[in-house]
């Protein structure tokens, strides 16, 4: 099987009131571009576990992810393009959403899982696959050296150099990645990691554990909006007014709250006038439509 994986993603330049008035450049890297469902990160992260499983001629895909994980249906549409199987253990009950929907078009079969049972990721693929010499094991979220590999290339796509870079955060795999390519490049870029769960201080540890080297990066940790996946109407009113005033969309779990973060601290005037900072459009608007009794 050859694997074409290769992308580029645009970057576009925003423009709202408070960053004329505060005198910087916002620009927005648009990974939601990539692919429909594949999107964002995910076609990163996916990059080089799919090359992997390639390379080890593994033809089934295992993963784990919650009812609405944007990693599930990204691996679901991956598998689905590049002509492997796909498995997906769905933590908790039973249930039917827009995103196992897609996940099952797909061709994805979806194992629902306990609470309880989900917590062994390994136990459970052993317990199932133990005799599938075709399963490749991905973990949930992604999360691995490949994936943050993977996101490190974003980094090579830039035409110049920036002053500071945000990202939300899941896993933190992403985040770390990106690191490791301001890294390579040896940029001075101040990078922001926004955390879309509570107490998300765990991050740096999560982030560090990805690092190909040591390196400092900024973790705001206020602005979760109350947990993960939750909203407030503060954050919903945010949101409609970014995408009507640029015609980029954006979701309430990751990107909504990584851009309030960014323009809040452009508010406080956190950045020198003349910076140059990089929004990473991670994708995921499928989020969107599971939450439309927000809006
Ligand atoms: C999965 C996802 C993230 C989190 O990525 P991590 O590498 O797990 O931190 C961020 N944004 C969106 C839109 C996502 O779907």
Not at 19 to 46: A, C, E, M, Q, Y
Not at 131 to 158: K, M
Not at 263 to 279: H, N, P, T, Y
Request: aromatic share 10%; hydrophobic share 40%.
């Amino acid at each position: 099987m050859r694997l074409d994986l290769e992308i580029h993603s645009p970057l576009e330049e925003v423009n709202l009131p408070a960053f004329t008035k505060h005198g910087v450049r916002v620009f927005v890297k648009r990974d939601d571009l990539i692919h429909p469902l594949i999107s964002g990160n995910k076609w990163r992260k996916l990059k080089y576990l799919l090359k992997k499983a390639d390379a080890e001629s593994k033809q089934h895909l295992v993963t784990f992810g919650g009812a609405y994980s944007n990693h599930l249906l990204a691996t679901a549409a991956a598998a689905a393009k590049f002509g492997f199987k796909a498995t997906g253990f769905v933590r908790g009950e039973e249930v039917q959403n827009d995103t196992l929907l897609l996940c099952r078009l797909h061709g994805m079969q979806l194992i629902f899982t306990s609470r309880e049972s989900y917590r062994d990721k390994a136990a459970l693929f052993n317990n199932h696959f133990a005799g599938d010499t075709n399963a490749f094991f991905i973990d949930e979220g992604g999360a691995s050296p490949e994936a943050a590999l993977g996101c490190s290339e974003l980094v090579d796509e830039l035409p110049f150099a920036f002053d500071h870079v945000f990202c939300a955060c899941g896993t933190g795999t992403t985040a770390a990645g990106i690191i490791n390519g301001l890294n390579k490049h040896q940029l001075k870029t101040q990078f922001h990691a926004i955390p879309a769960l509570k107490n998300g201080n765990f991050l740096r540890n999560d982030i560090d554990k990805f690092l190909t080297h040591p390196h400092p990066f900024h973790l705001h940790n206020q602005y979760h909006f109350g947990g993960y996946a939750k909203t407030t109407p503060k954050l919903i009113g945010f949101i409609k007014t970014f995408t009507a005033a640029t015609g980029i969309l954006i979701e309430p779990v990751y990107t909504g709250k990584m851009l309030y973060a960014l323009v809040d601290m452009v508010k406080q005037g956190e950045f020198a006038s003349g910076s140059r900072i990089l929004a990473v459009h991670t994708g995921g608007i499928m989020g969107l439509f599971g939450m439309a009794n927000k809006f």
